[in-house]
Nanobody, 129 residues
C-alpha cells in the first residue's frame, strides 16, 4: 500500500474552479492507477475519475465529464484533479485512491471502491450557490 495525501479543497462559489492534489509519501505515483472518489453526507462513495499508471489516459463519471480533468505533474509524484464549472452538487469530501498497475490489469478501467487498496483521508470541497 502507499500513503496518499490530498490537498486543495475549500469553499468556492458555483461556476468557480478548483484544483485538488494527491501526493504519495516518498514515492512516485507513476506506477499506479490513481482515482478520485467523492462522498457527501448520507450517500455512498462515488467514482469521479481515474487515470492509468504510466499514462495520462483518464475516464470520468458522467456527472463530471467535460468539467473535471485528471493529470500528472512532470515528476509523476502528484496527480491532480482540475475541477471547473463547479456546481453545488459537487460538494463532498474528495478522496484519492491508488492501486498498482499490472500487466494483467493494463486494459482495466478501474472505477469501483473495491478496486483500490490505498486511500487518502480526503479533502472537503464545498460549492455555494
Amino acid at each position: 500500500q502507499v500513503q496518499l495525501v490530498e490537498s486543495g479543497g475549500g469553499l468556492v462559489q458555483a461556476g468557480d474552479s478548483l484544483r485538488l492534489s494527491c501526493a504519495a509519501s516518498g514515492r512516485s505515483l507513476n506506477p499506479y492507477d490513481v482515482a478520485w472518489f467523492r462522498q457527501s453526507p448520507g450517500k455512498e462513495r462515488e467514482f469521479v475519475g481515474s487515470i492509468k499508471g504510466f499514462a495520462d489516459i483518464g475516464w470520468y463519471a458522467d456527472a463530471v465529464k467535460g468539467r473535471f480533468t485528471m493529470s500528472r505533474d512532470g515528476s509523476k509524484a502528484t496527480v491532480f484533479l482540475e475541477m471547473t464549472s463547479l456546481k453545488p452538487e459537487d460538494t463532498a469530501v474528495y478522496y484519492c485512491a491508488a492501486e498498482p498497475w499490472t500487466f494483467r490489469s493494463a486494459d482495466v478501467r478501474r472505477r469501483s471502491v473495491a478496486e483500490f487498496g490505498s486511500w487518502g483521508q480526503g479533502t472537503q470541497v464545498t460549492v455555494s450557490s
